[in-house]
């Protein structure tokens, strides 16, 4: 950790300052693929969630009066200080995290993309004409933000998440308040002290609030000044937020969990499937809530591509991290997370199904660490738990069907609509299926890859509503009004 220790001790960012929790609690930040120690951070409780909301709401006054230009030139400065970082960044993120370094630093580039791009975004709000809609009245459409913010991030790509939650707000002119999950902190904190550090906002326009979901995420939520939530996590965590937000009518932003389909056609070209696949399954050790985790083959390449897929998951390099760029595969986030994934394997096995490859872990990596072996299950019912609910980790089901409307009445039996892949060289029946899959993104003859700032990303159904990503997040972020003024006609 040398290399990677931030200058001073890891704080909070409230109001412009570096601060310990109001209570003093710290915790205790653990690297999944050995199981040391490796920082103490603030543990935060309600007393911090005030404190912070205090500065936010005398910071807001000044934020929300920018300009869009002025919005985008700190966005800028952010992105370029994220950019100069990249490699103490990553660094901090993959020891936190577990993932390969050079999977940590794309992840810093992306985010600082979408910072970028949320620079441009902020001068290019749109709304209906101002006309003479009523006899008498010139009528308009202000666009303004939504006041203060909160964002609840998740742990699968801890920095990359909360840009996602930064860019769309700041260039809104909403002041936030970002809670990273209690477990993987300190990407952003480091990025916060550097952000504070660069002077690109006024000092309580971002503030950074570390501790659980009960005494902050919950705490947050309930806090009558949130005029947004926005939470990137579990379907369950989502409906415990919706109903605390009720209360209050806040409005909420939820990116929630998925369960995404590959659908796999006669015709598909194997070579690229496969090779898709083995990065739509595995990438960040699945731990990606539209990572492709249900493979529906039709009957003419069910075997075919099984023959196939089998050696390329044998291939993929899982270990430490530390052990170099070679690795492609580190651990999952953490010993509970590893037990979880096989309590879903021994449950599947149990009912029938068959590991195909892969199914333990422990093996793995130095000890203490928290694997679980790149897997694949076969014989698996559609109904069964593996099919309906997320894993969270490197473990993909196949499932043979008949045809293509099998498989894409399988395809669409998911309380999940986050992601979804076809994988068919006809082009009629890829816009076909795009049509007919109901989930906030499809892909085409890839899965995973193709994201990026300018599209949208959120999900149908029980994957939640709102979207990350793009102009549409950015209108998420505000709320419009109609001004009327009488003209004396
Ligand atoms: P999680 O729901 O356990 O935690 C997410 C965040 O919510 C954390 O910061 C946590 O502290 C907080 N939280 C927990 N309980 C809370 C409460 N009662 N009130 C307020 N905040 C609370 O999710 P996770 O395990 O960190 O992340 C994995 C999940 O995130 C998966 O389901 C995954 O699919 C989902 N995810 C979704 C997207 C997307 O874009 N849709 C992206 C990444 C991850």
Redesign the pocket.
Known sequence: MAQTTPSTPFRNLVGGKLLDAVGGATREIVNPATGATIATVPEGDGADVQRAVEAALAARREWNATTPGERATALLKLADTMDAATDELAQLESANTGKPLPMAKDEVTASADLLRFFAGAARTLEGKSAGEYIKGYTSMVRREPIGIVAG??????PLN?AAWKMGPALAAGNVQIL????GTPLSLLRFAELAHASGALPDGALGVVTG???NV??K??ENRAFGLVS?????R?GK??ARAAADNLTRLHL????KAPIVVLDDADLEQTVAAIRVAGYWNSGQD?TAGTRIIATRGVYDRLLERLVPAIESLKVGDPAEGDRIEMGPVISAKQQQRAFGFLERATAAGARIVTGGGGDAIGPAGGSFVAPTLVADVAQDSEIVQD?V?GPVVTIQRVDDYEQALAYANDSRYG?AASVFTESVGRAMDAARQLQFGCVWVNDHLTPITSEMP?G?FKE??YGK?MSTYSLEDYTQIKHVAVRIGL
């Open positions: 609840i991030a998740p742990w699968n790509y998440m809670k990273p999950a209690e659980d979901g009960p995420g919950a947050l939520v939470l990137t996590g579990d379907v965590t415990t937020i990116e929630l969990g998925g809530c997320e969270f986050l990303h999900g994957s939640g990350d």
